[in-house]
């Protein structure tokens, strides 16, 4: 090598790695068990169990490949389950031989959360079941789905490790899913990630969050990057700024205790809408590979990409550890590029008549809507707002996403009081898609006004039944797919976000305004929104 020439020695990249080819689903041929942990609880018997339900009835659970145990404290029969569940299940006259033959593969064992006694049952009754399948040992697969509170996440998982885990790998795997809240802080959460981060790797984990298994979240990849329109469009110099919106028309119902210890925030703005934030800002990923997408929504690449830098200097070559992000990954990821929320651009709201509820304290300070400003620092979006808006007790149900286009330079048709353009989402109820834009008036006079372009799914997709966000992310998990699940790192990135707003609303520093049960919420809000640069439109309805 010539004196002072330049030499790069790239290190290793860990497995599953860039250079790796994409993951394609390759179908496993051991048994099957899927354990429902809370089994007697409302999320089992209302999302869990149907959701396994509809994966049966497709053909995606074969009854001779698959066995469902429902554990719980309850003390009860395997029929007094099956008839807790029925009822949630499809009511259809073709779907009642379904029913009662997806009813028999569940069985029902009863013990405590911290208990060796009841998880060695747990783990002989699976044992006994894959051996009547003829598994070899260790190639079996076995599902833990924790529908119960995080604080007994820690306890069960030790649980499952220590008595319920596969005994060998011979092409097996032993996956654990939980649900939200991962904890109510930074702290908290991380406190939680590393208990069971301790029992379990990370690709045995999935954090499961439902709004990432809805249609229209999942299509949001498709529409951003598969669509050469949007391309030029979906930056700074275009749009004037995005909305992500979750309204309900009705209050926390008898969940008034529950909800009291999370608030609006914690409940809906630090997981649903920040993850449809991401998937809306983020970066081309290089493939579909679950990590390329998941590396593209936070910033977790030092560790993965240190190269040795050869520098010369005088006759000798000095080795200098340094880090490079690679083609792959952008420069700054989308929740690390967050800067910290502003006092000013946040409006909290509790509705009237919340606090008549006997389980929330007299004196709560828990919001039940919330407008929050986010802002991120990047070439691609900076100057551009991200309102975050929840709310309960509101006017409407619905949830989207409502991108706002910046005025038309050089109006010739002076239509620019009628709205701007802007494309919406709508994730619930009835999806669709529709792009407002202003057109002439049919008519001998040449005005404008303003109309849509129009994707309304059940018109367009009449004969398709769209899946339950339970569906598909519980098949995600069988097949090993976590491209719909939250990352460590990622969940510690977006408590960051919030703990700072959460430590002062719960001190008390940041207080809520009251607003009318059924009103769009506090006025304040709108206020907000016009500080933030959105311009509502007048007289148009969808």
């Known amino acids: ?111 405590a959360y911290d208990d060796p006694k009841g998880f060695q049952t747990l783990d002989k009754a699976i044992s006994e079941y894959e051996v009547s399948k003829s598994s070899m040992e260790g190639s079996s697969r076995r599902l833990f789905y924790l529908a119960l509170p995080p604080s007994v996440y820690p306890q069960v998982c030790k649980m499952i490790k220590n008595y319920s885990m596969n005994r060998s790998d011979h092409g097996g795997w032993t996956r654990i899913v939980v649900e939200k809240p991962f904890g109510k802080d930074l702290t908290s959460a991380e406190e939680l990630s590393s208990q069971i981060g301790e029992l379990f790797e990370e690709p045995q984990i999935f954090r499961i969050d439902h709004y990432l298994g809805k249609e229209l979240v999942q299509n949001l990849l498709v529409l951003r990057f598969a669509n050469r329109l949007f391309l030029p469009l979906w930056n700074r110099d275009h749009i004037a700024n995005v ?35 991401c998937l809306v800002s983020m970066e081309k990923p290089i493939s579909l590979n679950p990590e390329h997408i998941r590396d593209e929504k936070v910033k977790d690449v030092l560790s993965k990409q240190e190269r040795i830098l050869k520098i010369p200097l005088s006759s000798s070559m000095v080795p200098l550890t340094c880090f490079v992000l690679p083609a792959c990954l952008s420069a700054t990821q989308v929740l690390q590029s967050v800067l910290p929320i502003k006092d000013e651009e946040v409006i909290l709201g509790q509705y ?39 709310g309960k007790a509101l006017n409407s149900r619905k949830a989207e996403i409502r991108v706002q286009f910046k005025d038309v330079p050089g109006d010739i048709f002076k239509c620019q009081k009628q709205g701007r353009n802007e494309f919406v989402i709508r994730l619930q109820p009835s999806e669709a898609m529709y792009m407002k834009l202003t057109v002439k008036q049919p008519a001998l006079e040449m005005s404008t006004t303003q109309s849509e372009l129009d994707l309304s799914y059940k018109q367009r997709y009449q004969d398709i039944v769209i899946p339950e966000a339970y ?51 506090p006025a304040e809000a709108d206020k907000l929104l016009e500080r933030a640069g959105y311009v509502h439109t007048e007289g148009y309805v969808w």
């Open 352 to 390: 009237d008549g919340y606090k008549d509820d006997p389980t929330v304290p007299d004196n709560s300070n828990t919001p039940t809507f919330a407008t929050v400003v986010l802002r991120i620092h990047n070439e691609r979006w900076e100057g551009v707002p991200f309102i975050l808006k929840a």
């Open 1 to 111: 090598m010539a004196s002072g020439e330049w030499h790069c020695q790239h290190r290793n990249f860990l497995k599953n790695e860039y250079h790796e080819k994409d993951n394609e689903y390759v179908p496993e041929t051991g048994c099957l068990s899927i354990v429902v942990l809370g089994a007697s609880g409302d999320l089992a018997k209302k999302k869990t169990f149907p959701a396994l339900f509809n994966l049966y009835r497709q053909g995606f659970l074969p009854s001779n490949e698959v066995h469902i145990f429902g554990y719980a404290r309850s003390k009860m029969a395997d029929d007094d389950l099956r008839d807790r569940i029925r009822g949630y299940l499809s009511q259809s006259k073709e779907d009642i031989d379904d029913i009662s033959s997806f009813l028999q593969l569940i069985k029902y064992l009863s013990g």
């Open 243 to 277: 909305q992500i919106v979750f309204r309900e028309d009705f209050g926390t119902d008898g969940r008034g205790g529950y909800f009291d210890e999370y608030g609006i925030i914690r409940d809906i703005i630090q997981n649903h809408l920040l993850q449809v934030l």
């Open 471 to 521: 569906e598909r992310l519980i098949l995600d998990t069988i097949r090993g797919d976590q491209q719909h699940f939250v990352r460590r790192d990622e969940l510690k990135a977006a408590w960051e976000i919030f703990t700072p707003l959460l430590s002062q609303i719960d001190g008390g520093a940041l207080r809520p305004v009251m607003y009318k049960l059924g009103s769009r919420g």
